[in-house]
């Protein structure tokens, strides 16, 4: 449980951008992240260890997010991006009041870009449970016209599948929930958004589109994060000045490390952002 206010040493602009997720999900954030901030360095969490977080309960998503933030926060962040919806609706409230000197970005569904989007009034949100059941996606659920159909599908075992590259589970799966959302034909009745409400889902985004009519938008929050991020360090003067002005390669760093795993985890990441590829360290589970 958090308990009072912690203090750490004060970010400077030199420091790295923190990154966690239950496991893989957060390289589609991470990926966003360095497009947008290619000059910055990042730390990057995986809690493979104690994954998956969605069908845990909040006080645990609660205690496992102060154990990494606590954790990049050691390596100097300074910001720290929570790249997972479950953890973002358990616990971004208390690591922004725990630690206010921080900059904390969560993530959460793209239910507003959805409702400006949507033609037919008709938004399918696809999430892990833990996500569902918050009390902040009920919130932003609320927040949303009364007349918009958002027909929210649980999706029981599709990050892990995603977590362990089980490609034909993964199709499997993404297939059943689309079925069970549908039908996606065109009309007036049918649902023509699809947000993709969990960080590992915009993984498998090019499954997504081919099971999908071309008419249907595919929305994720990789991008708006990767632009909040931005925004919060060009506000606290902390965003790092380019070192090659134009230039859109990455030339910022990547540190791994995993509560899981390291074989696990660089799999993962020459399997789903090679450009990042690296070594990976083990993180002591707490």
């Known amino acids: 449980m958090l308990n009072s206010p912690l203090q750490a040493p004060p970010p400077v602009a030199s420091g790295p951008i923190g990154v966690f997720d239950s496991g893989i999900g957060g390289l589609s954030i991470l990926k966003a992240l360095r497009q947008r901030m290619p ?74 870009p959805a409702a400006l989007q949507t033609r037919t009034g008709h938004v399918a949100v696809m999430a892990t449970r833990g996500t569902l059941n918050s009390p902040k996606f009920k919130r932003l659920l609320a927040q949303q ?42 009309g007036s009745s049918a649902p023509d958004t699809l947000v993709l409400g969990c960080t590992h889902y915009p993984l498998v985004l090019r ?12 929305l994720d929050t990789g991008a708006p994060v990767a632009e909040q991020t931005y925004r919060r360090l060009v506000q606290s003067g902390q965003l790092r000045e380019p070192t090659c002005a134009g230039s859109p390669a990455p030339t910022g760093q990547v540190s791994w490390f995993t ?21 990976c360290k083990p993180l002591p589970k707490r």
């Open 145 to 186: 016209d009364p007349g918009l159909d958002i027909r929210c599908q649980p999706c029981d075992g599709l990050a892990d599948a995603i977590e362990h590259l089980d490609d034909s589970r993964i199709a499997h799966l993404c297939r059943q929930y689309l079925a069970q959302t549908g039908p996606w034909t065109e």
């Open 207 to 218: 499954l997504w589109l081919s099971e999908l009519p071309p008419h249907v938008k595919v």
């Open 39 to 112: 000059q910055e360095d990042f730390v990057y969490i995986s809690d493979q260890g104690h994954a998956p977080y969605g069908e845990r309960g909040d006080e645990y998503v609660r205690d496992r997010s102060q154990v990494l933030t606590e954790a990049l926060v050691g390596f100097g962040a300074k910001a720290v991006v929570v790249a997972c919806n479950t953890a973002t609706a358990a616990a971004i409230h208390e690591l922004r009041q725990h630690w206010p000197q921080l900059p904390v970005i969560g993530v959460e569904p793209a239910l507003k």
């Open 259 to 279: 509560t899981g795993e390291v074989e696990h985890l660089e799999r993962a990441i020459r399997h789903w952002l090679p450009e990042a590829a690296g070594p």
